[in-house]
């Protein structure tokens, strides 16, 4: 069927529609399996939390409980006395995740807050200001990059041990409270990429180094220091080693350390899988929600700053 257009010619009103091209057909599916074998084992761990104890292997070969019960949230929660508890199917660990979500809650917030400030202070001045030997330092910046985590732990250990504050908050956060190389050099890559005429701008009225960055700088990066807290509060909030160090208490457990407690408490003999899945997929769970809510921001912040 053909149509006249306001100048006479005619066009046809039925073109056929252009197909998919195959390459992007093959990459939309590859992306559709990566995201499942992604979410399956979080399926699979909300989907044992969901099972009875008693019906944990018979239930094995399907894909979702016939009764899902919420009774294991209730006892790795503490919201079910141990009597009631064991009961249910539970071994009798004694572990309080609701104080154990708390603990994780404070260390990720005080190390978001204290990393991202000292950090955007670091970065900078290695962007901005001029000091002797500034390259020098940020190239040992970059160098501590490639040094492993795990091989601070002792020194870090006796430093805690020595200020006594083994056992304690304090002692968890300390660490890594004031900045890393990755979170210096993220933002020093932004701060290099802001226009200095505002800068510029701000000096002939007379105001200083910290009047810029807290007033000019600061409010110009909210994206990447936004990236930055969200990274760090990940990584934080599944720390696992160093405050399985330190804290030896149990009203100093996090989430991490929690876990690993109530797994390794079996005085029945077997560990307790459904309320250990319980356990995980509440410590899973705002990370998750963290990342579906703002995961594209991240990833937009990190290929603007050229971070591989």
Aim: charged share 10%.
């Amino acid at each position: 069927m053909t149509t006249l257009t306001p100048t006479g010619r005619a066009q046809d009103t039925h073109r056929p529609k252009k197909a998919l091209p195959l390459g992007r057909i093959v990459a939309w599916a590859c992306l559709l399996f990566i995201i499942f074998l992604s979410l399956f084992p979080i399926f699979i761990v909300l989907k044992t939390a969901l099972t009875g104890n008693k019906a944990l292997y018979a239930e094995a070969a399907r894909l979702w409980p016939a009764q899902p019960t919420l009774i294991n949230f209730q006892r790795v929660l503490g919201l079910l006395t141990p009597e009631a508890a064991q009961a249910a199917g539970g071994s009798g660990s004694s572990v309080s995740f609701l104080t154990a979500m708390k603990n994780s809650a404070v260390f990720t917030g005080l190390i978001v807050v204290g990393q991202t400030f000292f950090s955007a202070m670091a970065a900078y001045a290695f962007a901005r200001l001029k000091f002797p030997g500034r390259d020098f330092i940020f190239t040992l910046f970059l160098v501590a990059l490639m040094i492993p985590g795990i091989v601070l732990f002792i020194p870090n250990f006796i430093t805690v041990k020595n200020l006594g504050w083994l056992n304690s908050m304090p002692g968890m956060v300390a660490p890594f409270v004031l900045m890393s190389p990755f979170a210096v050099f993220f933002l020093r890559q932004f701060f290099l990429s802001l226009p200095r005429e505002t800068e510029e701008a701000a000096y002939i009225d007379g105001a200083g180094p910290l009047t810029i960055f807290f007033r000019i700088t600061l409010p110009m990066s909210q994206g990447p220091l936004v990236t930055l807290a969200i990274l760090t509060a990940i990584g934080m909030w599944n720390e696992f080693f160093w405050p399985f160090l330190i804290a030896k208490d149990e009203a100093s457990y996090t989430l991490p350390v929690a876990l690993q407690v109530f797994k390794t408490q079996t005085p029945q003999g077997t560990p307790d899988w459904t309320g250990l899945m319980a356990g995980t997929f509440v410590a899973i769970l705002p990370v998750f929600l963290l990342l579906v809510v703002l995961g594209r921001r991240v990833v937009e912040s990190l290929a603007f700053s050229g971070t591989k």
